[in-house]
């Protein structure tokens, strides 16, 4: 009798489960999707043969033959990588992450406050599994198996098939199985570029190799920053480049130095400045009290309180008569005389004289804006790439040229001028737009409608 019910008991569960193993559908190869008419059920798209499916708002995965691999249980699933997902519940509203493989199985246990998703899980290369809690890392392989211990502050990426780990203040390298390979005795350590990483040793930075051995010395005062062979650092409170074996390229002696910016590089010597090249030789001598980053082939500089510019020679080219000087752009830059504004051109000639308070932007269809105080604020016009000004200063704003006109305003009233300088177009309108194709948007007062570029209204 025992037996006869124990046979009704398990074919009574063994066909529930198979009647739950499956969900009638098909799947589209296209689209990537699996279509049902179970309305109960919502499919999201796969990824590689496996799709979370949502019922009674919980979540599941199935494959592409419809098979349920999971059953619906977690408040979230995420996407497959490397056979592992990760999943979430909510323990009275506060999420648990854990991992489950292509089974179904938990391989890791949903009792993490966090875990890496997808898309980190992509970032840091490795088939570790990174899980935390309270701010303390631990690492699981992708059979379950516990491989470093929940003490960690901080578990980096992979690079060069090694991760920094933090404990304790410390810093280490662990390898793709989770050992330290290189101890943690480092107060901090990057990542891994080709064979070398700098680490930092009691204010001290130097560089290792994968197997943590020195390959320059734990000595300089900052990071050892690398533009192609040259490493940027301080000794002795003085800036130099040393190659990636530590043998000096440039001396210590320097106060200051730049980036490099079209192969130079600015350098600062007993408080004046000048530049090097990427070999480290001095190809513009310290004598500038400023310097800026060179521009296609061009620097502004200063020497006293008055600035101009030079090329990448030294040759002066902009004379030092001005104020103030800008970077070039599209051949030209700003220059400042007797507190005005005005522009050179590339080979230092003035090209506008510094008549203006105010010049805006760059040149636009062959047109500026610039501006001149008047009795009472700026007023606006255009000048010409020669300098001239077709537009007098006579508006109280303006816009720039667009389809050979630009919008210029009077009072509360727009208008447009044509590039002679003439006012094609009264300032009359509330709000007008740019011409594009010979047309342009306007307001008069509560109606709007559009202008041609002699100012009639089109149907």
């Given at each position: 009798?025992?037996?006869?019910?124990?046979?009704?008991?398990?074919?009574?569960?063994?066909?529930?489960?198979?009647a739950?193993?499956?969900?009638?559908?098909?799947?589209?190869t296209?689209?990537?999707?699996?279509?049902?008419?179970?309305?109960?059920?919502?499919?999201?798209?796969?990824?590689?043969a496996?799709?979370?499916y949502?019922?009674?708002?919980?979540?599941?995965?199935?494959?592409?033959?419809?098979?349920?691999?999971?059953?619906p249980?977690?408040?979230?699933?995420?996407?497959?990588?490397?056979?592992?997902?990760?999943?979430?519940?909510?323990?009275?509203?506060k999420?648990?992450?854990?991992?489950?493989d292509?089974k179904?199985?938990?391989?890791?246990?949903?009792?993490?406050?966090?875990?890496?998703?997808?898309y980190?899980?992509?970032?840091?290369?490795?088939d570790?599994?990174?899980?935390?809690?309270?701010?303390k890392?631990?690492?699981?392989?992708?059979?379950?198996?516990?491989?470093?211990?929940?003490?960690y502050?901080?578990?980096?990426?992979?690079?060069?098939?090694?991760?920094?780990?933090?404990?304790?203040?410390?810093?280490?390298?662990?390898?793709?199985?989770?050992?330290?390979?290189?101890?943690?005795?480092?107060?901090?350590?990057k990542?891994?570029?080709?064979?070398?990483?700098?680490?930092?040793?009691?204010?001290?930075?130097?560089?290792?190799?994968?197997?943590?051995?020195?390959?320059?010395?734990?000595?300089?005062?900052?990071?050892?920053i690398?533009?192609?062979?040259?490493g940027?650092?301080?000794?002795g409170?003085?800036?130099?480049?040393?190659?990636?074996?530590?043998?000096?390229?440039?001396?210590?002696?320097?106060?200051?130095?730049?980036?490099?910016?079209?192969?130079?590089?600015?350098v600062?010597?007993?408080?004046?400045?000048?530049?090097?090249?990427v070999?480290?030789?001095?190809?513009?001598?310290?004598?500038?009290?400023?310097?800026?980053?060179f521009?296609?082939?061009?620097?502004?500089?200063?020497?006293?309180?008055?600035?101009?510019?030079?090329?990448?020679?030294?040759?002066?080219i902009?004379?030092?008569?001005?104020?103030?000087?800008?970077?070039?752009?599209n051949?030209?830059?700003s220059?400042?005389?007797?507190?005005?504004f005005?522009?050179?051109?590339?080979?230092?000639r003035?090209?506008?004289?510094?008549d203006?308070?105010?010049?805006?932007?760059?040149y636009?269809?062959?047109?500026?804006?610039?501006?001149?105080k008047?009795d009472?604020?700026?007023k606006?016009?255009?000048?010409?790439?020669?300098?001239?000004?077709?537009?007098?200063?006579?508006?109280?704003d303006?816009?720039?040229?667009?389809?050979?006109?630009?919008?210029?305003?009077?009072?509360?009233?727009w208008?447009?001028?044509?590039?002679?300088?003439?006012?094609v177009?009264?300032?009359?309108?509330?709000?007008?737009?740019?011409f594009?194709?010979?047309?342009?948007?306007?307001?008069?007062?509560?109606e709007?409608?559009?202008?041609?570029?002699?100012g009639?209204?089109?149907k």
């Open positions: 009798m025992i037996n006869k019910f124990c046979l009704l008991l398990y074919l009574f569960f063994a066909y529930n489960a198979s739950q193993s499956r969900i009638d559908g098909t799947y589209n296209q689209t990537k999707t699996f279509e049902t008419e179970d309305k109960t059920i919502r499919i999201k798209n796969f990824r590689d496996f799709a979370p949502e019922k009674n708002n919980k979540y599941g995965v199935i494959d592409t033959s419809g098979n349920i691999i999971c059953e249980k977690y408040e979230e699933v995420g996407p497959f990588l490397d056979e592992v997902a990760r999943v979430m519940i909510l323990d009275e509203w999420p648990l992450y854990g991992f489950i292509t179904g199985k938990e391989i890791v246990p949903t009792k993490f406050e966090d875990a890496d998703d997808f980190y899980r992509s970032f840091r290369f490795s570790l599994l990174v899980v935390g809690n309270a701010n890392y631990a690492c699981y392989d992708k059979t379950g198996k516990l491989v470093l211990p929940m003490e502050s901080n578990i980096g990426n992979y690079s060069n098939k090694l991760a920094t780990v933090l404990r304790d203040g410390k810093w280490g390298y662990i390898n793709k199985k989770g050992e330290i390979t290189i101890p943690l005795m480092y107060d901090f350590a990542d891994f570029a080709g064979n070398s990483a700098g680490v930092k040793k009691a204010d001290k930075w130097g560089v290792i190799d994968t197997l943590g051995n020195e390959i320059i010395p734990i000595r300089y005062e900052t990071d050892i690398y533009t192609g062979g040259m940027l650092t301080r000794l409170g003085k800036y130099g480049f040393i190659d990636k074996t530590g043998k000096i390229i440039l001396p210590f002696i320097y106060d200051g130095i730049g980036f490099f910016k079209e192969d130079l590089a600015r600062t010597l007993n408080g004046k400045q000048g530049y090097i090249n070999r480290g030789e001095i190809i513009i001598p310290c004598e500038f009290d400023w310097a800026g980053n521009t296609n082939g061009l620097v502004s500089v200063k020497k006293g309180t008055l600035w101009g510019h030079i090329n990448k020679h030294g040759n002066i902009t004379p030092f008569e001005y104020e103030s000087t800008g970077d070039f752009y051949g030209y830059s220059v400042k005389k007797n507190g005005k005005g522009k050179v051109d590339s080979t230092g003035l090209i506008v004289p510094c203006y308070d105010g010049i805006e932007g760059y636009i269809e062959g047109f500026m804006i610039v501006s001149k008047g009472i604020g700026r606006k016009g255009f000048i010409n790439r020669l300098g001239k000004e077709v537009v007098p200063c006579v508006y109280d303006a816009k720039s040229f667009s389809d050979g006109l630009a919008a210029v305003k009077k009072g509360i009233a208008g447009f001028v044509n590039n002679e300088g003439k006012e177009i009264p300032c009359i309108y509330n709000e007008v737009g740019k594009i194709n010979g047309k342009t948007n306007v307001r008069l007062k509560n709007s409608f559009e202008l041609d570029k002699e009639n209204i089109l």
